[in-house]
């Protein structure tokens, strides 16, 4: 088989990056490692940011999103029963959109189908040819695919694989640098079939750890609660995951809140990670492979989405204008902001989160900082602009 461009990763981005190829005329193939229907199964991020909106629409793949979608134009920040309010449309002109990672890679999997475009899925063992990615001929991708070897040849490789994909690992150990920092607690999360507790999404710092309150819709929400690395999802029952949210969300919320059946129910630790550089010759790292967020901030999907963004937008310079340059300046132009991001995500998890070794001087900095949210009006605009989603 040959093509323009091998994309290794049937998410959201992989499948973003082959929506955007097909409508500039750019021949793609994806592959992924697992069935369709585990793909559409994981339950992830709901929070898009302006730039992933304006993207989406790029791939004419935004309609279920503008009928369905929530547009938020504000969040609640909250220490124990302080309630901060930040207006999005007032300070930035815009919002955000809720609406499921889940329903993103549906819709991108039907316009797909309808273009005809080749996805193939239970991909294995997947082998980058090393030999030629930092040449100039060209580069190949193997892989079995209902028990037989296959091999595509193509120009180059985005590799939308994950954290645990082949196509990070095929960059030297040597040619790259990696950044970690692991925190000492994960989130566990619920999905339950019970409206909102708040038409907006409420960030909690309580005296027992941080609560998020989210939603899929208005019969659909979203619960995460601050839990030690040790637990584990049969430790907590519905009863008890909703007792402790009750606790750490202001208590005027919690007073209306409507529980019920979880129907899923996961723990996720938090770390971020970022791989320097993002590029070796022809393959081209994009979300995961490249970096992880913690989730306070809602940036995960969204950074994966400017990385396609970038990424696009150097592969339509270099077939539509045959600026083959273009390609080379990728990985800067998206390490640029990925690092933002970073950034972003570690502050709010500072100020959210109570860690293990947080004492009373480090709480008062904490609620300080929350005040001089509440007060200060340059201090929101900078949330609101992060929260957004800084410019491409």
């Known amino acids: 088989m040959k093509t323009q461009v091998c994309i290794i990763g049937g998410g959201p981005s992989g499948l973003l990056l082959g929506q955007l190829c097909h409508q500039a005329g750019i021949d793609a193939i994806v592959l992924e490692r697992r069935s369709r229907e585990h793909v559409l199964s994981r339950i992830r991020a709901g929070v898009l940011e302006q730039g992933f909106i304006d993207l989406l629409k ?3 793949v935004a ?7 929530y547009p938020h ?3 609640v920040i909250s220490f124990e029963d302080m309630e901060v309010r930040v207006d999005f449309r007032k300070h930035t002109g815009t ?4 609406y499921g990672q889940t329903e993103v890679t549906r819709d991108l999997y039907e316009a797909r189908d309808l273009t005809g475009g080749m996805t193939l899925h239970d991909v294995d063992e997947v082998e980058l040819g090393n030999a030629s990615l930092d040449g100039d001929a060209g580069c190949t991708v193997s892989f079995t695919h209902e028990g037989q070897r296959k091999t595509i040849e193509c120009d180059y490789i985005a590799g939308c694989d994950g954290f645990h994909g082949p196509s990070r690992q095929a960059i030297p150990a040597e040619k790259r640098r990696e950044f970690e920092r692991v925190y000492p607690f994960g989130w566990l999360g619920i999905l339950s079939e019970t409206p909102p507790a708040h038409h907006e999404l409420i960030y909690a710092n309580s005296e027992r750890g941080f609560a998020l309150c989210s939603m899929r819709n208005e019969k659909l929400s979203r619960y995460y609660l601050q ?3 040790t637990d584990k999802v049969e430790d907590w029952s519905d009863d008890a995951f909703w007792t402790e949210l ?3 969300i202001p208590s005027r919320i919690a007073e209306t809140l409507v529980t019920g059946p979880s129907i899923e129910k996961s723990i996720a ?3 971020g990670f970022v791989c320097e550089p993002m590029q070796y010759g022809r393959l081209f790292l994009a979300g995961d492979a490249a970096h992880i967020v913690p989730p306070t901030g809602a940036k995960g999907l969204n950074t994966a989405a400017s990385d396609i963004h970038y990424l696009f937008e150097a592969l339509k310079a270099r077939y539509q204008e045959g600026d083959a340059a273009a390609m080379g300046g990728y990985s800067e132009r998206a390490l640029a902001r990925v690092w933002k991001t970073q950034r972003f995500s570690w502050w709010m998890t500072k100020l959210l989160h109570r860690f293990p070794d947080t004492d009373p001087y480090e709480l008062r900095i904490q609620r300080a900082e929350i005040e001089h949210l509440a007060t200060v009006e340059s201090a929101q605009e900078t949330m609101a602009i ?3 989603g800084l410019p491409y």
């Open 58 to 60: 790029e791939a004419k």
């Open 63 to 69: 309609t279920r999103m503008d009928t369905q979608g």
């Open 73 to 75: 134009d504000g969040t």
């Open 95 to 98: 919002s955000v959109m809720v």
């Open 227 to 229: 839990a030690p690395l």
């Open 246 to 248: 009750k606790r750490r």
């Open 269 to 271: 630790p938090l770390r």
């Open 386 to 388: 992060n929260y957004v």
